[in-house]
């Protein structure tokens, strides 16, 4: 794990002994050409500190993750462990700061309605659409949301409602109430099946952290090939859970809905018996 040093902007690795330290961590939507990626961060690094390209940061923490440049992704070994701790370290960052890009606050709606992630076209954030947001949504105990200015928009407590209202997921997952492991793997897909990721092996990758599994990645198998080994993984390492067989990786337009063929599990079933 490496952690960009939020004073010199320079980034340092586990081996420096940073982990004994509280960091925060960021969640975005990615944007492209905008981000200064692993590679390009030492060209940035004195305007970084000279404030002409400021990064909007909370008090008090020294060290910050982002994805964007503390993995470096030109390196399938690194980008893999990464994928694969990636929900550890959501969940054990000391902050989760949520950056939406895409909606700013209005002063007509009370913090804790939904219409406050509504963008100016009428949908709600693309943050809420996005695969891999889903783990940067649970795992984190602590997370603050702010605006496309910064404006500080609730924490996830605070906005548990609205969360639950625009996600499907209970609002307890979201105050902490209940745990994600109380959810069967079913309810997991499901929460995942409104979701698009841009390539479509990233259905299955962004929720080995969500079932707490370790998988090789493979870029370039395919969704459903990625997706039957998630199944193939969760099925040796769980207790028995029928629900797993509810779901499965459509062969067209993957990363765009996991559909449920509960009536062909039923039938099978029925002949097996």
Known sequence: MRLLNTETYEVKSNNSGVHNEQYGILSHRWL????????QLPNYTAELRSGERPLKLPQGLRWLWMDTC???KT?????AEAINAMYSWYRDAALCITYVSDVGIR????SRDPEVFRRADGKFSEWFSRGWT?????????????????NYMGTKRELATALATITGIDSGYHTGEKHINE???A??????????TTYPEDMAYSMIGIFNIAMPVVYGEGGPRAFRRLQEILLSSHIMDESLFAWTMPDANAGRKCEAPIRRM?????RSN
């Open 32 to 39: 492209g050409d905008e981000e200064i990626t692993y590679q």
């Open 70 to 72: 503390c993995i470096d």
């Open 75 to 79: 390196d399938a070994r690194d980008y």
């Open 107 to 110: 002063k007509d709606h009370r």
């Open 134 to 150: 889903l783990q940067e949504l649970l795992a984190p105990w602590s997370l603050e949301f702010y605006d496309m200015d910064w």
């Open 183 to 185: 959810a069967c793997i």
């Open 187 to 196: 309810v997991k897909m499901s929460w995942m099946s409104h979701r698009e």
């Open 266 to 270: 039923q039938e099978n079933l029925v």
